[in-house]
């Protein structure tokens, strides 16, 4: 209604885009904690085991099913979608130069999801396609300084995230996540 007065007592509306990623947005529990996943709803009684491993099985499927948004989710203008940043990750790793094939592998993507990738990359002047001096028929990707730079400010916007998220952890804790990350990944591997 145009000129009514918002109640004061009543916070501010939130825009709807901004209700929606609320909704969307994961909930971080810690797993192990007083008050972690499933202490609340039995009222701080133990959780036990059986409860536990559904309670990480329901984590795991939260973070893959994130994952998968995140590969299909368009970017917002000035920031490399998913796959583009797998992709400048892995030519990093590589030493900024890589046939397309080990590129594939590096990145974890199928031949036809990388080439749509490095287009989208070359597009931007992030990577260049050259013909590899070693054989002339093989065409490398090739991360451009440009690329190096975009690389970087990435990895500057999101080690805040990362800190945030788990600077209150120990060594210890961390080390623990790390080797339950390497289980989980064994184990899907044997599905």
Not at 9 to 27: K, L, Q, Y
Not at 42 to 65: F, N, P, S
Not at 84 to 99: D, F, I, K
Not at 145 to 169: M, S, T
Request: charged share 35%; net charge positive; proline share 7%.
């Amino acid at each position: 209604m145009v000129g009514a007065r918002r109640d004061p007592a009543r916070p501010p509306a939130r825009p709807a885009a901004a209700r929606r990623r609320a909704r969307r947005a994961p909930r971080h529990r810690r797993p192990g904690r007083r008050g972690g996943a499933g202490d609340a709803a039995r009222g701080g009684a133990r959780v036990t085991r059986e409860e536990q491993l559904l309670e990480l099985r329901r984590a795991l499927r939260e973070l893959l099913h994130t994952e998968r948004r995140l590969r299909s989710r368009e970017p917002e203008p000035g920031r490399l979608s998913w796959p583009q940043y797998r992709v400048v990750h892995a030519l990093v790793e590589l030493g900024g130069t890589a046939p397309a094939g080990k590129l594939a592998v590096a990145a974890e993507m199928t031949p036809a999801s990388l080439t749509q990738a490095v287009d989208g990359l070359a597009a931007l002047g992030l990577v260049e396609r050259a013909r590899s001096d070693a054989d002339r028929r093989r065409v490398d990707v090739v991360l451009t300084a440009a690329g190096r730079e975009k690389y970087d400010a990435v990895g500057a916007r999101i080690q805040p995230l990362w800190d945030e998220a788990f600077g209150d952890d120990t060594p210890e804790e961390l080390a623990q996540a790390t080797r339950t990350l390497e289980r989980l990944t064994a184990l899907l591997l044997r599905f």
